[in-house]
C-alpha cells in the first residue's frame, strides 16, 4: 500500500515538473517575432502539454483507485481466512453463563454448567460486562 502511496507521489511530482516546464516555454514565445526556434518550442509545449494530459488522466484513474481500495479495506473483514486457534464456546453458552452470573453463581458453578473452565468463564463475562 505504501508503495502505491509513493506511486501517486511521484506521479505528481512528474505533472507538477511538466506544467513548471510547459509553462517557462511558454513564456519564451513572443507574439510578435516568430523563428524557427519558436516553432521548436511550440512543438516542445505541445508535446507537454500531452504528458500533462496523460499525467492528470493517470492520476485521476489511480486516485479513484485510491479511494476504492481504503473504502474496501475499512469494510474488510477482520480476520478473513478465520486463522488462528478457533472458539471453544458457542454463543449461547456465553448468554447462559451471562444470566447465571446475574443469578449468583459462581464462576466455578458456571464453568461446570456450561462445560468451560473457570478461566474462560471469568474471561467471557467480564468482557461482556465492559
Request: with cysteine; charged share 35%.
Given at each position: 500500500?505504501?508503495?502505491?502511496?509513493?506511486?501517486?507521489?511521484?506521479?505528481?511530482?512528474?505533472?507538477?515538473?511538466?506544467?513548471?516546464?510547459r509553462?517557462?516555454?511558454?513564456?519564451?514565445?513572443?507574439?510578435?517575432?516568430?523563428?524557427?526556434?519558436?516553432?521548436?518550442?511550440?512543438?516542445?509545449?505541445?508535446?507537454?502539454?500531452?504528458?500533462?494530459?496523460?499525467?492528470?488522466?493517470?492520476?485521476?484513474r489511480?486516485?479513484?483507485?485510491?479511494?476504492?481500495?481504503?473504502?474496501?479495506?475499512k469494510?474488510?473483514?477482520?480476520?478473513?481466512?478465520?486463522?488462528?486457534?478457533?472458539?471453544?464456546?458457542?454463543?449461547?453458552?456465553?448468554?447462559?453463563?451471562?444470566?447465571?452470573?446475574?443469578?449468583?453463581?459462581?464462576?466455578?458453578?458456571?464453568?461446570?454448567?456450561?462445560?468451560?473452565?473457570?478461566?474462560?468463564?471469568?474471561?467471557?463475562?467480564?468482557?461482556?460486562?465492559?
Amino acid at each position: 500500500m505504501n508503495a502505491y502511496k509513493e506511486l501517486l507521489k511521484e506521479l505528481d511530482a512528474r505533472l507538477q515538473t511538466a506544467i513548471c516546464i510547459r509553462d517557462g516555454l511558454a513564456e519564451g514565445i513572443t507574439k510578435e517575432t516568430k523563428t524557427s526556434r519558436d516553432s521548436f518550442i511550440d512543438g516542445a509545449v505541445h508535446a507537454y502539454n500531452q504528458e500533462i494530459d496523460f499525467l492528470q488522466r493517470t492520476l485521476e484513474r489511480y486516485s479513484q483507485v485510491d479511494v476504492e481500495m481504503d473504502i474496501e479495506l475499512k469494510y474488510k473483514k477482520h480476520n478473513e481466512r478465520n486463522a488462528g486457534r478457533k472458539k471453544s464456546y458457542t454463543d449461547e453458552q456465553i448468554a447462559q453463563a451471562i444470566e447465571w452470573r446475574k443469578i449468583g453463581k459462581s464462576y466455578k458453578e458456571i464453568g461446570q454448567l456450561v462445560g468451560l473452565s473457570t478461566g474462560t468463564v471469568h474471561k467471557l463475562i467480564g468482557n461482556k460486562n465492559k
